[in-house]
């Protein structure tokens, strides 16, 4: 789901204190340790955040973002066809307050954990924001 600015991130379950805490973590930093990678570890909670505050962002704009979208489908590959129907169409069901899986994996490329707090997230559509957690 998500990468460092040096490396990918992998998903980690925490069970010392409860409940349970899901925490996302540099690889070059679990591999060669802090010196090697400044990133810390990521709550999936923030993840989830910064994607619904990116996708929220997405349906508040869905107006200004639909002209782009019927341009890709008129001009674009297949490939990009399909996703700005698919953006248009699932950016009309409105905002959420949670995340919602399957919505992630339909539109989500990248989420990229900046070092100074921030994450680039990235659309299977080209949509990119920075959002600060």
């Not at 570890?41 to 996708?55: C, K, L, R």
């Not at 639909?66 to 008129?74: I, M």
Request: charged share 30%; aromatic share 8%.
């Amino acid at each position: 789901m998500g990468e460092s600015e040096d490396g990918s991130f992998l998903r980690y379950e925490h069970y010392k204190n409860r409940p349970q805490k899901i925490y996302w973590q540099c690889n070059t930093r679990c591999n060669k340790g802090p010196k090697a990678c400044k990133s810390e570890n990521v709550p999936e909670s923030t993840i989830h955040q910064v994607f619904i505050d990116a996708w929220n962002t997405i349906v508040r704009d869905r107006k200004k973002m639909n002209q782009r979208w019927e341009k890709q489908e008129r001009e674009g590959t297949e490939l990009e066809q399909l996703r700005a129907r698919q953006m248009r169409e699932l950016a009309e069901q409105g905002r959420l307050t949670e995340v919602v899986p399957e919505l992630v994996q339909t539109v989500l490329e990248s989420i990229t954990v900046k070092g100074d707090g921030s994450f680039d997230i990235r659309f299977l559509d080209g949509t990119a924001f920075n959002v600060t957690a």
